[in-house]
């Protein structure tokens, strides 16, 4: 998480501006799928977890438990809303790749992945990041199909 002390640095430094370029684009990646500590108050004690969504509380920095879509009630100070999961349906673009098949020819290929979270805990705590790791999956797994077409008769 970005502070503002660790900002603050980062500009008086030479250089700053693309520093802050930098970092800016790195939040910005980061937060595509998944939304990292939830902006609601230290002392909520009800909040109304939004259609299509998954909150994920810990507690003590533990975890404690998924909130479902709805009115939810929460513990201030003790309970934090760590994870946020969309549980829409999300379009990844797979990059062009070449590919080479069973009969030594080579193909351009590129794909559309749709994929939506199903569990919210292993989208959270099992993959760094959800999004590169199924990307890098299908690249591999295409590759991998590719390879055993023969085009030529």
Known sequence: MLSFR??????????????????????????????????????TCVVFVPQQESWIIERMGKFNKILDPGFNVLIPIIDQISYVQSLKELAIDIPQQSAVTADNVTL????????????????SYGVED???????????????EIGKITLDS
């Open 6 to 43: 660790h900002l603050s640095q980062t500009l008086m430094k030479p250089n700053s501006l693309n520093k802050l370029r930098f970092l800016t684009n790195d939040l910005h990646l980061n937060h595509t799928i998944v939304r990292l500590r939830h902006s609601a108050r230290m002392n």
């Open 108 to 123: 351009n290929i590129d794909g559309v992945l749709y994929l939506r979270v199903v569990d919210p805990y292993a989208a």
């Open 130 to 144: 959800p999004e590169f790791a199924i990307t890098q999956l299908a690249q591999t797994t295409m590759r991998s």
